[in-house]
T-cell receptor
Framework: SAVISQKPSRDICQRGTSLTIQCQVD?????MFWYRQQPGQSLTLIAT?????????ESGFVIDKFPISRPNLTFSTLTVSNMSPEDSSIYLC?????????????FGPGTRLTVL | EDQVTQSPEALRLQEGESSSLNCSYT??????LFWYRQDPGKGPEFLFT???AGEEKEKERLKATLTKKESFLHITAPKPEDSATYLC?????????????FGQGTTLQVKP
């Protein structure tokens, strides 16, 4: 499986500010995704990060709130903008490795965000 | 509506007491069912992928099976280190988006 790192691992932020989360993979990947896991809940897909083009967002998520970049095949960022306490969640990056003969998604360790 | 439901929500077992977790799904065109393990404060760890009814996969004390409507994760003689939340996810439909829908998870506690 791919080795996935996320920065920061956790943060505490003030209402109204923005936070950018980085996802770095040790090898090229076909697909990259961003998920949210609210306290006590399961995972919800925010968007698919497309290399060199705009991300594809799921229903209920918009680019102004969650801008995403993917400048190359191993790196992506998710920004949580104008944060409110409802944005307190774990944000997870996941990838589908290239040339592994599998479509399995592997997850990073997550970024735990608390908004005060 | 496409849906994934896991049961039970929580399960407490004694060490060595075998049991099964259930994942039922109502989707059109299943293209893969995935099991993950998630420990507190960590990202999900991949366990198994199943693609067609009748398929089975095993890893140590875990065995995953798939039918046309549900999947089971069998845990044989569990140990305390098997305590975690087990997540089921499905990929479906005709597009190649890779999108997964997750169930709510089953939190397993194994007591020594």
């Amino acid at each position: 499986s791919a080795v996935i790192s996320q920065k920061p691992s956790r943060d505490i932020c003030q209402r109204g500010t923005s936070l950018t989360i980085q996802c770095q993979v040790d090898s090229q990947v076909t697909m990259m995704f961003w998920y949210r896991q609210q306290p006590g809940q399961s995972l919800t897909l925010i968007a698919t990060a497309n290399q060199g083009s705009e991300a594809t967002y799921e229903s209920g998520f918009v680019i102004d709130k969650f801008p995403i970049s993917r400048p190359n095949l191993t790196f992506s960022t998710l920004t949580v903008s104008n944060m409110s306490p409802e944005d307190s969640s774990i944000y997870l990056c996941s990838v589908v490795p290239t040339n592994r003969g599998t479509d399995t998604q592997y997850f990073g360790p997550g970024t735990r965000l608390t908004v005060l | 509506e496409d849906q994934v439901t896991q049961s039970p929500e929580a399960l407490r077992l004694q060490e060595g007491e075998s049991s099964s977790l259930n994942c039922s799904y109502t989707v059109s065109g299943l293209r893969g069912l995935f099991w993950y393990r998630q420990d507190p404060g960590k990202g999900p760890e991949f366990l198994f992928t199943l693609y067609s009814a009748g398929e089975e996969k095993e890893k140590e004390r875990l065995k995953a099976t798939l039918t046309k409507k549900e999947s089971f994760l069998h845990i044989t003689a569990p140990k305390p280190e098997d305590s975690a939340t087990y997540l089921c996810a499905v990929r479906f439909g005709s597009s190649n988006t890779g999108k997964l829908i997750f169930g709510q998870g089953t939190t397993l506690q194994v007591k020594p």
